[in-house]
Every structure is written in C-alpha cells, then in structure tokens.
C-alpha cells in the first residue's frame, strides 16, 4: 500500500524558512515524477515544484523561484521542499505528489505565514 506522508509545516513569520518532508512508503520516490502542490480554499490546486524521476531535474513556477527548492533522499525514500523568504500569500496546505501511469498523493501540511 503506498502512503505519502507530508511533515513540517507550522506558523513561520514573513521572510522565515520552513522545511517540508514528504515520507515514502510502498513507492520509491527515484521513480516517480515528485511533486508538491499547494491549495487554498476556494482556489484549485496547484503546482509547486517538481523533480522528475531518474535524473532529478527540477522545475519551478514562477512565484517560488529564488525561493523554493526541491529535492529527494533516495536512501530515506524521502522527498523535501525547502521553503525561503516565505511570504504571507505562501499559505496554503502542501501536498505532496507521486506520478508515472499511477498518481499518488498524500494529505497534505498546513503553512502559515503570518506576522
């Protein structure tokens, strides 16, 4: 049975850095395509960021760039996101992703940033 378990949110204040894990079991996350959404209520989910499976290249959209960085631990079977200059629009629950032909997701970490 694959599980994905997110860790690491909480209350930052603006420009603080916050650390999101995503724990793997039943998959190994060097074969899927990972990423992490966020969501807000009332708004779709959206992408984050993603490392694509095998050779570990990263993208970003926009909004995170400069800020955000992906990565995995393939010995812990471990996906993060290492969040910086956080900002109060960065608010959302993250989720994280697996996908290649099956979709994976976990239940997601609530971040709030506010002063």
């Known amino acids: 049975q694959v599980q994905l378990v997110e860790s690491g949110g909480g209350l930052v204040q603006p420009g603080g850095s916050l650390r999101l894990s995503c724990a793997a079991s039943g998959l190994t996350v060097g074969d899927y395509d990972m990423s992490w959404y966020r969501q807000v209520p009332g708004k779709e989910r959206e992408l984050v960021a993603l490392?694509?499976?095998?050779?570990?290249?990263?993208n970003y959209v926009d909004f995170v760039k400069g800020r955000f960085a992906i990565s995995r631990d393939n010995a812990k079977n471990t996906l993060y996101l290492q969040m910086n200059s956080l900002k109060p629009e960065d608010t959302a629950v993250y989720y994280c992703n697996a996908r290649w032909f099956m979709n994976y997701w976990g239940k997601g970490t609530l971040v709030t940033v506010s002063s």
């Open positions: 490392i694509t499976r095998v050779t570990g290249s990263t």
